[in-house]
């Protein structure tokens, strides 16, 4: 499976954004996408996941009411509707792919196949 991520760039506080992650290959009938993200000089950590189906999502508590995951199974694509972004939320956005259907995880391992992530910068 090859994911391909797209959307990044610089918006100003309080800006939206929306990016994408396509995902190509021998992917799974029923998986699970999900967005990463690492700030600078720090860790990474969860965002957002979406079942294949689109029936499950999961939010980090920092991003809820703000940013929204859709997913368009026909494409295999996954976006991020980023609305309200703030200094903070600027960070290199990965996409990552779970083979398996289950209930959305948090933590990398879970993962199967990774992106090449897309620079978000929102300005202050």
């Known amino acids: 499976v090859q994911l391909q991520a797209s959307g990044g760039g610089l918006v100003q506080n309080g800006g939206f954004l929306r990016i994408s992650c396509a995902a190509s290959?021998?992917?799974?009938?029923?998986?699970?996408m999900s967005w990463f993200r690492q700030p600078p000089g720090k860790e990474r950590e969860f965002v957002s996941g979406?079942?294949?189906?689109?029936?499950?999502?999961r939010y980090v508590d920092s991003v809820k009411g703000r940013f929204i995951i859709s997913i368009d199974n026909a494409k295999n694509t996954v976006y991020l509707q980023m609305n309200s972004l703030k200094p903070e939320d600027t960070a290199l956005y990965y996409c990552a792919f779970d083979v398996n259907w289950r209930p959305i995880r948090s933590y990398e391992s879970a993962y199967n196949y990774w992106g090449q992530g897309t620079q978000v910068t929102v300005s202050s």
């Open positions: 979406i079942s294949w189906n689109g029936d499950s999502t």
């Open positions: 290959g021998r992917t799974s009938r029923r998986y699970i």
